[in-house]
């Protein structure tokens, strides 16, 4: 069982720099991969950011690249998703997820909307 839930979402002015946090809970949490995902209205589902299970490596999605950090403490069980310069294009519903058996995510939580205005 691996329990995952996003907070911090919210209603956020354009050039913000909110945090999303992701509490996991679950065997072996420490040692699984996470992302991060978000769905837009009317849009398909993409990829946001990734971390490894140490936290040692990194990856993000163009759209991101240089404006947001993924980060994890594992002593916490969370993930963090730093946002910074949001943009109304960032509005979406925003999703984490283990790889525990990649390259494909397994278990995710239920999302928090972030809406950004202006």
């Known amino acids: 069982q691996v329990q995952l839930v996003e907070s911090g979402g919210g209603l956020v002015q354009a050039g913000g720099s909110p945090r999303l946090s992701c509490a996991a809970s679950?065997?072996?949490?420490?040692?699984?991969?996470m992302g991060w995902f978000r769905q837009a209205p009317g849009k398909e589902r993409e990829f946001v950011a990734a971390?490894?299970?140490?936290?040692?490596?990194?990856y993000y999605a163009d759209s991101v690249k240089g404006r947001f950090t993924i980060s994890r403490d594992n002593a916490k069980n969370t993930v963090y998703l730093q946002m910074n310069s949001l943009k109304p294009e960032d509005t979406a519903v925003y999703y984490c997820a283990t790889y525990s058996n990649p390259p494909a995510p397994d278990y995710w939580g239920q999302g928090t909307q972030v809406t950004v205005s202006s």
């Open positions: 971390i490894s299970w140490s936290g040692g490596t990194t």
């Open positions: 679950g065997r072996t949490f420490s040692r699984y991969a």
